[in-house]
């Protein structure tokens, strides 16, 4: 390619590129930005001394809607939040009551439904396994069992479940298969995937190609960001705490996936940051980000 032809080609493609960020930097084209969520697990501490008054912070800094952690133990911070004006649509619940169950009907669980349905949830996540079952690949295919069964009855009560991934669920078992792989093939059409970009990118892994290959199948993603240098892939959960950063000060661009997501039909997006010296900054930090895509 000549100098001139190089010029002119170099100059459409900026122009084209600068068109699709002031696409995504109108309020109106980025509906997960419109409506951005928070997980409350990135405010546990603060939420831990003023419940009230953190959620007020949290509607203040322009977050919609929140996801509540530890449900059904929930209720200061569902009528923290209801007074702050937020929405609550997800909540991630008590996860052995379906990993676990104590019995065959998933009686705890059922309870779980019932105050979910009552308050008016349309999201309850499964947020984390326990090395007991996520040891082989037939553990997880017990847990897809057990989740198959939950997701029936969730959806009868018009709620959706999903599975929220970390990395270890990525890590290379037998024959190189992997504990997702298994999650995938045997989920049922009414189990669907809340996929943490952060962990999918720990693990060595291209969330937009995740959230491609998973088209329909995706509920919702927390989207949180990764250090650069973390050697990579990693399938432990213990990463150090600067490992987890403020949107955008990391290795993760964050406009394909919100692309990806709108394609695929990804109902919420929430911010988590599941270690920060000073969470609230942080949480006002990650949305200014995303405010000017």
């Given at each position: 390619m000549n100098r001139r032809a190089f010029i002119k080609t170099s100059a459409v493609t900026s122009l084209a590129l600068s068109q699709t960020r002031s696409l995504?930097?109108?309020?109106?084209?980025?509906?997960?930005?419109?409506?951005?969520?928070?997980?409350?697990?990135?405010?546990?501490?603060?939420l831990g001394k003023d419940p009230a008054g953190t959620l007020q912070q949290v509607a203040a800094a322009g977050y919609k809607q929140v996801e509540l952690y530890g449900f059904p133990d929930t209720d200061l911070l569902i009528s923290g939040a209801q007074d702050a004006g937020l929405e609550i649509h997800s909540a991630h619940f008590e996860w052995d009551s379906v990993v676990n169950p104590k019995d065959d009907s998933?009686?705890?669980?059922?309870?779980?439904?019932?105050?979910?349905?009552?308050?008016?949830?349309?999201?309850?996540?499964?947020?984390?396994?326990?090395?007991?079952?996520?040891?082989t690949l037939d553990d997880y295919k017990k847990v897809a069992a057990h989740a198959n069964q939950a997701a029936g009855m969730a959806r009868k009560a018009g709620i959706q479940l999903a599975y929220h991934n970390h990395n270890f669920e990525f890590e290379p078992k037998d024959g190189g298969k992997r504990g997702y792989d298994v999650f995938i093939e045997e989920f049922s059409p009414e189990m669907q995937f809340e996929i943490d970009v952060f962990w999918v990118k720990a693990a060595g892994l291209d969330p937009v190609e995740l959230i491609g290959k998973?088209?329909?199948?995706?509920?919702?993603?927390?989207?949180?960001?990764?250090?650069?240098?973390?050697?990579?892939?990693?399938?432990?959960?213990?990463?150090?705490d600067?490992?987890?950063?403020?949107?955008?000060?990391?290795?993760?661009?964050m406009e394909p996936i919100l692309a990806a997501a709108k394609a695929a039909g990804v109902m919420h997006c929430h911010v988590e940051q599941d270690q920060s010296p000073a969470p609230l900054p942080s949480i006002r930090q990650s949305l200014e980000y995303l405010r000017k895509l």
């Amino acid at each position: 390619m000549n100098r001139r032809a190089f010029i002119k080609t170099s100059a459409v493609t900026s122009l084209a590129l600068s068109q699709t960020r002031s696409l995504w930097a109108l309020e109106g084209e980025n509906t997960y930005r419109n409506n951005i969520g928070i997980q409350l697990y990135t405010l546990r501490n603060e939420l831990g001394k003023d419940p009230a008054g953190t959620l007020q912070q949290v509607a203040a800094a322009g977050y919609k809607q929140v996801e509540l952690y530890g449900f059904p133990d929930t209720d200061l911070l569902i009528s923290g939040a209801q007074d702050a004006g937020l929405e609550i649509h997800s909540a991630h619940f008590e996860w052995d009551s379906v990993v676990n169950p104590k019995d065959d009907s998933l009686s705890d669980f059922s309870r779980i439904l019932e105050k979910a349905a009552k308050i008016g949830l349309s999201h309850l996540v499964i947020p984390y396994l326990k090395e007991p079952n996520r040891t082989t690949l037939d553990d997880y295919k017990k847990v897809a069992a057990h989740a198959n069964q939950a997701a029936g009855m969730a959806r009868k009560a018009g709620i959706q479940l999903a599975y929220h991934n970390h990395n270890f669920e990525f890590e290379p078992k037998d024959g190189g298969k992997r504990g997702y792989d298994v999650f995938i093939e045997e989920f049922s059409p009414e189990m669907q995937f809340e996929i943490d970009v952060f962990w999918v990118k720990a693990a060595g892994l291209d969330p937009v190609e995740l959230i491609g290959k998973l088209q329909g199948r995706v509920s919702q993603l927390h989207l949180k960001d990764l250090k650069q240098g973390i050697a990579l892939p990693s399938y432990s959960t213990a990463l150090p705490d600067d490992a987890f950063q403020e949107l955008g000060d990391g290795i993760i661009p964050m406009e394909p996936i919100l692309a990806a997501a709108k394609a695929a039909g990804v109902m919420h997006c929430h911010v988590e940051q599941d270690q920060s010296p000073a969470p609230l900054p942080s949480i006002r930090q990650s949305l200014e980000y995303l405010r000017k895509l």
